[in-house]
Each structure stands twice: as C-alpha cells, then as structure tokens.
C-alpha cells in the first residue's frame, strides 16, 4: 500500500512561481511513473506532467510546457513540480498519482491508468 501526501499550494500573483511536493511513504518507493493532475471547480481532472521513475524523462502538457518542471527525490521518495509564470487559468487543486508497476501498454496523461492518489493541494493564482 503507498500512501501519498502533497504539499506547498498556496496564493500567488500572476507571474509568480511556486513548487509542490509529493511525498510516499508505505513501502519502498520504487514505481514506473509519477503523474501531477489538477482539477478546477466545474471541470474535469486533466494532466499536468508526469516523470519516469527508473531515468527521469519526463512528459507535460501543452499548457504548462515550458512554465513546469517535474523532478524526483530518490532518498526522499518525493516528486516535486515547479511551476513558474503563473496564470490565473493554473487556478485548481493539484493531484499527485503513482503507476506502481507496468502491465502493457500505458497512457501517462489518463487518470484512471494510475493506482494511487494524494489528497490534492490548492493553487490559487491572483490578478
């Protein structure tokens, strides 16, 4: 059983930068993906970025691409997501998501396909 927690949401400006963290804990923290989502009032969960946890590749959507950086703390079973030049549409709760172990073929950007979820963590960007 892995149990994960988020942290660091808050309130910034537009233009503002913040970082969010994911930590494990539960077991030996060893899974093949990592995956941030967030989730605004009145809209479906969508992808954010996701990292691969055996060499660190990454993956992000077009809207945060360029503006997001999603890293990996080995020691610390912790995954981070650095997000700058905020904007207010950024505004949601964000969600980390563990796929624990590959079994075939594997979409990082749906939801359902990972296992585990945190209790999410709420962003707010202001004007």
């Known amino acids: 059983q892995v149990e994960l927690v988020e942290s660091g949401g808050g309130l910034v400006q537009a233009g503002g930068s913040l970082r969010l963290s994911c930590s494990a804990s539960?077991?030996?923290?060893?899974?093949?993906?990592m995956g941030w989502f967030r989730q605004a009032p009145g809209k479906e969960r969508e992808f954010v970025a996701a990292?691969?946890?055996?060499?660190?590749?990454?993956f992000y959507a077009n809207s945060v691409k360029g503006r997001a950086t999603i890293s990996r703390d080995n020691a610390k079973n912790t995954v981070y997501l650095q997000m700058n030049s905020l904007k207010p549409e950024d505004t949601a709760v964000y969600y980390c998501?563990?796929?624990?172990?590959?079994?075939?073929?594997?979409?990082?950007?749906?939801?359902?396909?990972?296992?585990?979820w945190g209790q999410g963590t709420q962003v707010t960007v202001s004007l």
């Open positions: 998501a563990a796929k624990l172990v590959y079994s075939g073929s594997f979409d990082y950007t749906r939801y359902a396909t990972y296992d585990y």
């Open positions: 990292i691969r946890w055996s060499d660190g590749w990454t």
């Open positions: 539960g077991r030996t923290f060893s899974p093949y993906f």
